[in-house]
């Protein structure tokens, strides 16, 4: 099996591809069409601003490239944002896989924004392992995704939200997998098994 | 629920891990990357690792570091030691680390905590401050705590907080090499103050000053040395122990 990870200006292409190095996965890290296209299997990382990061892929056409992807497509934080239909973040307008809204989390009593640090994931349905149920991921977010028809895993931080989605062939997670030790790596496995 | 974190800290000095005791004295702790997996394994939160090497040649041995810590650690880390631009940051980021911590740089020039935070964004820029109390007041110090500065800790915060730092990385001098306890009072100051969250720093002696740390400090995280290098406290332990004391640890 061979894995893409598109390349473009997001901040944790170094770390998603050591996760997959340290699970043994054929990976390349490449923006080329057409080597995204014939991959078994892409990663779509995130990390950084909508706006800025939603110009850089029209400006590379990757924006028309990832919805028309067959194979199976893993968004990661940011990667799972512009994936929805629209982000508050600077009044983005994202890919729309999902049609969904992207929000901005408001403070509410000791809850800071951003929602960073080890929060715990409830499996709603679908892809991922049954053993993630209430093991703890790594988020580092201001923006969220509410519960939806596509959420997958639910995280409460604030109000309940979309921690993982799904929709035919598109799979997102809101938290960082290459960096939530082995509660990750099971996320990293449900996908390559998918 | 979020979880409160344990972040132990590993000091590297030319590509090995010491420990300053009150900032003098160094004893060697062995190698960070093995070091910091181990942590990882045993369920630590996150990691700093802190260059303090004095030259320019051994702060090349740190940058290419990051990426073998990066290559065999599965939580986030935070890297720092003599950065003051936006160039020093982007190569560390690159090679994986997850965010930066900025002291002395930023004392003499605050605006690079908003050219950092323009940049990469707030969630990968701690500022760390390290402060003693001088006549009743809490004092910025820079230089690993040997040069006083005219900024006091509440106000330097604040105005940390509003340049754009994600997270405040306190470190008490007084507190530091005690093993007597965190800044509590101080502590629990800044969480009133800042909507930012606050990592204590200094003091840690027993797995009952971390309860004092979260509990009375108010703090997001706690960040300790020397304990957890010389075994005194066992993460594992240390974690069990908290959960039953009802503080929301990450048990996977």
């Known amino acids: ?194 | 629920m979020l979880t409160k974190r344990i972040i132990p800290c590993l000091d590297i000095k030319d590509g090995r891990t010491v420990k300053g005791i009150n900032f003098v004295n160094i004893r060697d702790a062995g190698d960070p990357v093995e070091l910091g997996a181990t942590y990882a394994q045993q369920g630590a939160d996150e990691l700093v690792f802190l260059d303090i090497s004095a030259t320019n040649e051994q702060r090349k041995t740190f940058a290419s570091l990051v990426k073998d810590i990066a290559r065999h650690i599965n939580i986030p880390f935070t890297v720092g030691g003599g950065i003051s631009s936006v160039a020093d940051v982007a190569p560390l980021l690159e090679a994986g680390a997850d965010k930066v911590s900025i002291n002395s740089a930023a004392v003499r020039n605050p605006n690079l905590i908003d050219e950092l935070s323009k940049a990469f964004g707030a969630q990968c820029i701690v500022l760390a401050i390290d402060a003693r109390k001088i006549d009743n007041t809490w004092t910025v110090h820079t230089h690993g705590g040997k040069n006083a500065t005219d900024k006091k800790l509440f106000t330097w915060a604040k105005e940390g907080q509003e340049r754009g730092a994600g997270e405040i990385l306190f470190t008490s001098m007084d507190h530091d090499g005690t093993k007597a306890g965190f800044a509590n009072d101080p502590l629990s100051k800044l969480h009133d103050l800042l909507q930012i969250p606050v990592i204590a720093s200094g003091g840690a002696g027993t797995k009952e000053h971390f309860i004092d740390a979260f509990i009375l400090g108010k703090a997001d995280a706690a960040l300790a040395a020397s304990i957890f290098h010389f075994g005194e406290i066992k993460i594992p332990e240390l974690k069990a122990f908290l959960n039953t004391k009802n503080i929301t640890m990450r048990m996977n």
């Open chain 1, 1 to 194: 099996m061979k894995l893409a990870i598109i390349k473009y200006n997001a901040g944790n292409i170094q770390s998603v591809s050591f996760a997959l190095e340290r699970l043994g996965v054929d990976f390349t890290i490449t923006d080329n069409a057409e080597e995204i296209m014939k991959a078994d299997k892409v990663l779509f990382p995130g990390v950084g601003e909508a706006s800025t990061t939603m110009r850089y892929l029209r400006d590379k056409k990757l924006d028309q490239l990832v919805p028309a992807l067959k194979q199976p497509v893993l968004g990661i934080c940011l990667g799972m944002q512009l994936m929805c239909r629209h982000s508050e973040e600077n009044d983005t307008t994202c890919m729309g896989i999902f049609d969904e809204e992207v929000k901005l989390f408001v403070p509410k009593d000791d809850l800071k924004v951003p929602h960073m640090g080890w929060n715990n994931v409830v499996k709603a349905n679908g892809w991922l392992d049954p053993a993630i149920e209430n093991q703890y991921a790594y988020f580092v977010h201001s923006y969220y995704v509410p519960v939806n028809s596509y959420t997958s895993a639910v995280t409460e931080y604030i109000t309940p939200f979309s921690s993982a989605m799904h929709r035919d062939n598109f799979y997102a997670a809101q938290f960082h997998p290459e960096k939530s030790a082995k509660a990750g790596e099971l996320v990293l496995k449900s996908f390559l098994k998918v």
